[in-house]
């Protein structure tokens, strides 16, 4: 007797499940989501300023709140993920850069 798994491989279900297993190892761990994400690194600007910038302004960073302002469009979103990006860049902002420490 043969069982035909019309849209569901073996692999594409092992992926499926990997995948879900690590989204909930991260919830339940801190310790594994900071190994999840990756890290911010700063960088020297690619090009210009573009001609509309996009500012983000953190309005409550304990629910998630981030106001995008464009141009004359100011939108408020909940999204905890981009806060907390933005506040570690933010922390990392205040620290000298390497090879610049003690210099005046």
């Not at 100011?74 to 907390?84: G, P």
Request: glycine letters at 8%.
């Amino acid at each position: 007797m043969t069982f035909e798994m019309n849209s569901l491989s073996r692999r594409s279900f092992l992926k499926t499940a990997g995948v879900a297993t690590g989204v909930a190892a991260a919830s339940a761990s801190p310790a594994v989501a900071a190994a999840i994400e990756p890290a911010t690194v700063e960088t020297t600007p690619s090009g210009g300023v573009p001609r509309e910038a996009v500012i983000a302004i953190v309005r409550d960073a304990s629910l998630g709140e981030v106001t995008l302002l464009s141009g004359t469009t100011e939108k408020t979103y909940k999204d905890r993920w981009l806060v907390k990006r933005l506040l570690k860049a933010e922390q990392q902002n205040h620290r000298p850069a390497r090879g610049t420490e003690g210099m005046a």
